[in-house]
Structure formats: C-alpha cells, structure tokens
C-alpha cells in the first residue's frame, strides 16, 4: 500500500503511477474556507483491508467520500483501475464500489428486503423488476448479516444497530469490489461489532473502513493509516503504526501498548489517561 504525500518527482523516479482498484493521489478538499484535506495519496493492496484511523475532524469521512466519488477534490485525482474516478461514470463506480455511510435514513415505509435490494439497482436496467440474480445476492446478503428473520420487518421498526447490519448487507448485496464503510461499528453492540468486522474482514473485496476504536482496528486491518488535521501521519501494519507515542501525539492519550502472541503479534490498547496538550502535536507538524 502506498499512502501519504508523493511529488510528481518521485514518483516518476519510481516509475509509480495509478494501479489497479482504488486509488487517491495527493488528494485535497477545503470546505468553508478551511483545509480539510491536504495532499493526501492512498492505494490499498487489492484485496486487503485498511483501516483509516484519527480523532474526530481528521479527515476521514472526507476522504471516504472522495474515494466514493461523492465529492471531489480540490487539487489531486482519485483513480478506478487508473482511470480518473470522473471519467468512469457514476453507474460504472456503483458496479465496483460500495458505500456504507455513518447514519442514513428513509422516510419510505421499506422492509429490510426492500433495503437490501437497493444494492442491486446498479446491476438492472431501469424499470425492470429484480432477476434471479438479484434475489440469490440479496438472500446471500441477509443471510450473511444475520438478517434472514428480519427480511420482512419495517427499516422503522428497527434500532439503529440493526440498521447498520441492513446497509451492510445492502453493500453486500451490490457485489462490490471495493467496499467503504464509514464507522460501521456505531450502535452495535461488542458481539456484533466482532461478527461484522469478521465479516468484513473475511471479503474477497478491497476494504477502507474508518474506525475509532484502536483494538478493533488492529484486530481485523491488514494495514492502518492514521490522519490528523487532514495529513497522513503514520501507514503501515498494525504492529508498525499503533505505537505509545503515536497515540499520544496523535490522540492526546497515554496508553500501554502490549503485543498478542496469540494474535500474530498484534497490538492491544489500554488506555491510561490523558496527556498534558502542551505535550501533543509532534506528528502532524
């Protein structure tokens, strides 16, 4: 994975350019005059699973949604397969890419099936009614979030962890090829925040995914990149990145960092206080 700031210089010394699957290259963003993103370059291996890491207002919403193509940046291109994501067409990215959003909402009286099956509206023609396809995908889907039993209930009956599980089965009913999912862990509780993130995880698909919570992260990423006031700060493997003094500098928070010898040596947070903010700051500079 390539993540951070790169000059035209290098990488033309490198002779790296836009590869396959989804890519951002110095990518930046302002919004009400001020930067919200600033030159930032990610490329996840294909197939892997990178998780975006950085207190609230580091940028990562934002980055998700230029990598969905719902934004666009100010400066630098976000690329599918090497193509400028603009180029593509909409239909196109919706074939490929999949999106789950923090918190959404409808004021359409739907069932969790007819949720479900919106994730196949970029495979149909318009104005045709689902296939065989469409429906294999969408039972797979419920079936896979656990939501089999809830196909026919009303999205307004249900809490908002379990709306959480729909749209990620929304998702998946889309086959996508890259999935971006923005904090898909608010409102679950811990057992189902473990079983979708093994979900997750477990996909044959490209995942960025944006995560608050440290262990988790290095739980299920095969790579983390953390960002502070919109730059990347740190990129590499879980072990290579959560580190006592990136949380500290990054997090204003001491903690203790242990490795999981039954985790592959993963790390794991404990969180002891928090540091003085004279003392924070180092990494974004």
Request: charged fraction near 20%; include cysteine; glycine fraction near 12%.
């Amino acid at each position: 994975m390539t993540y951070g700031e790169k000059t035209e210089s290098e990488a033309a010394t490198t002779g790296e350019g836009p590869g396959p699957g989804l890519a951002a290259d110095r990518v930046s963003r302002t919004a009400a005059g001020r930067l919200i993103l600033d030159g930032v370059s990610l490329a996840p291996r294909p197939g892997s699973t990178v998780g975006l890491l950085g207190p609230n207002g580091s940028g990562k919403s934002t980055l998700l949604r230029l990598l969905s193509g719902v934004l666009a940046p100010a400066s630098g291109v976000v690329t599918l397969d090497g193509e400028p994501l603009a180029a593509v067409g909409r239909r196109a990215v919706a074939r490929r890419v999949a999106v789950v959003e923090q918190q959404t909402d409808t004021q359409v009286d739907l069932t969790v099936r007819d949720v479900v099956r919106l994730g196949r509206i970029p495979h149909r023609r318009a104005w045709t009614p689902p296939s065989g396809e469409d429906e294999e995908a969408v039972g797979t889907a419920l079936e896979r979030t656990g939501l089999t039993d809830r196909a026919g209930q009303s999205w307004h009956t249900l809490s908002g962890g379990e709306r959480q599980r729909v749209q990620i089965a929304r998702a998946l009913a889309q086959a996508p090829r890259e999935l971006l999912l923005d904090e898909p862990t608010n409102h679950l509780d811990i057992q189902h925040q473990l079983e979708l993130l093994g979900l997750v995880a477990a996909l044959p698909v490209t995942t960025v995914i944006a995560l608050h919570d440290l262990n988790l992260a290095a739980m299920y990423c095969d790579e983390v990149v953390v960002l502070s006031r919109g730059r990347v700060v740190a990129g590499g493997t879980p072990g290579e990145v959560i580190t006592e003094a990136l949380i500290a500098e990054v997090y204003g928070v001491r903690a203790a960092v242990t490795r999981d010898e039954d985790a592959e040596g993963r790390p794991h947070v404990r969180f002891l206080g928090t540091v003085p903010r004279a003392r924070q700051g180092a990494f974004p500079s």
